[in-house]
């Protein structure tokens, strides 16, 4: 069986590892969205919760150190059990302070995650789901932190009752909000993707979006499912998992924007050619409940900005106004300034 002090230096070295991935995710993040600011619009939103959830990465990493600092020179090697005492104790001020630094990852993420299917779907009962999830999350982590602070050091260690319930009830709201939103934003942008491949035999750029989008939802749940797995059979690798979902929430964070503006650029980068939809972030799918044409208040509007190259030197943006597609009757213009056009039923 893994001992204590086995973890704590196995899960700082590969936290170290994913920690330093993610800053170079985080740099290809911020070179994106700010390399040229005529082709993106640039959300102060999503850069200041990457800046966020990054800082309390660092943070998180920093505390850690101090960890095995502390449980290998200065605290530990006095204490009655050794190290494997001081890594056992989760009533410690380093251990309450890791716990309230991820739980605030968590609820960054979680919270990104459902704004970004609110602003696919543009209805606010799709994501009542999510958002009592993400409530939940909030009151687990608050019982959570409340806890292990609270937590004796006789009866201390992460598997006690008083401690237990809440890392158990962390781990499954934060996985079932997160999948449910996840699950509803892949479901979106694959019904756009399904509507418009059947007029247009050119790669679809909605493609790469939903692939990405599963990914980093997979990575994530899995890690989280591990994670629950090995709490609940009372293994010492959940130390080594929950070290390792600091940096794997900043990782899964900035991964659709790093993959979709790359993907975006690589469109862009082809002289003298139409580029349809450069998606990173201009891509918007909601429901149009006032068209008049509209069934049951369910006809899709999506809105597109698009990109025309005119030469080699000099790009024109032309921003398109919201069309609203129906499933069964859409078509795409042969006009190459206006990509989507609408028919009656």
Not at 44 to 55: D, H, N, T, W
């Amino acid at each position: 069986m893994l001992s204590l002090t086995d973890a704590a230096i196995i899960s700082t070295i590969l936290e170290a590892i994913l920690y330093g991935f993610s800053i170079l995710m985080f740099i290809f993040t911020l070179w994106i969205v700010l390399q040229n600011r005529r082709r993106r619009r640039l959300s102060f939103g999503m850069v200041s919760a990457a800046c966020a959830i990054l800082l309390l990465s660092s943070a998180e990493m920093i505390v850690n150190i101090m960890r095995v600092r502390q449980g290998f020179l200065t605290v530990g090697p006095h204490l009655p059990g050794g190290s494997e005492q001081f890594f056992g104790d989760v009533s410690t001020s380093t251990f309450v302070i890791k716990s309230c630094l991820y739980n605030t990852q968590t609820l960054i993420l979680d919270g990104v995650v459902i704004y970004r299917t609110y602003v696919v779907w543009q209805n606010l009962w799709i994501v009542v789901l999510p958002i009592l999830g993400w409530c939940g999350l909030l009151a687990a982590s608050i019982g959570l932190n409340v806890a292990l602070a609270t937590a004796s050091a006789q009866a201390g260690d992460v598997f006690a009752v008083g401690t237990g319930r809440w890392i158990t009830a962390n781990y499954a709201i934060t996985l079932a909000t997160n999948l449910t939103s996840t699950s509803l934003l892949a479901y979106r942008i694959w019904k756009v993707k399904q509507q418009s491949a059947r007029f247009s035999s050119a790669n679809n750029p909605l493609s790469s979006i939903l692939r990405v989008v599963i990914e980093s939802g997979a990575i994530y749940s899995v890690t989280i499912t591990t994670a629950l797995v090995a709490f609940v059979s009372k293994s010492n690798g959940v130390y080594v998992v929950l070290d390792m979902i600091s940096p794997i929430i900043s990782i899964v964070f900035n991964m659709i924007t790093v993959r979709v503006g790359l993907a975006s650029d690589q469109r862009l980068s082809a002289p003298g050619t139409l580029h349809q939809s450069a998606f990173s972030t201009e891509v918007r799918a909601g429901i149009n409940h006032n068209h008049p044409y509209s069934r049951c208040g369910q006809s899709l509007a999506v809105e597109i900005t698009q990109y025309i190259e005119q030469d080699n030197e000099s790009i024109q943006e032309t921003p398109i106004t919201p069309t609203t597609l129906k499933p069964d009757s859409v078509m795409f213009s042969s006009v190459p300034s206006v990509a989507i056009s609408q028919l009656e039923p």
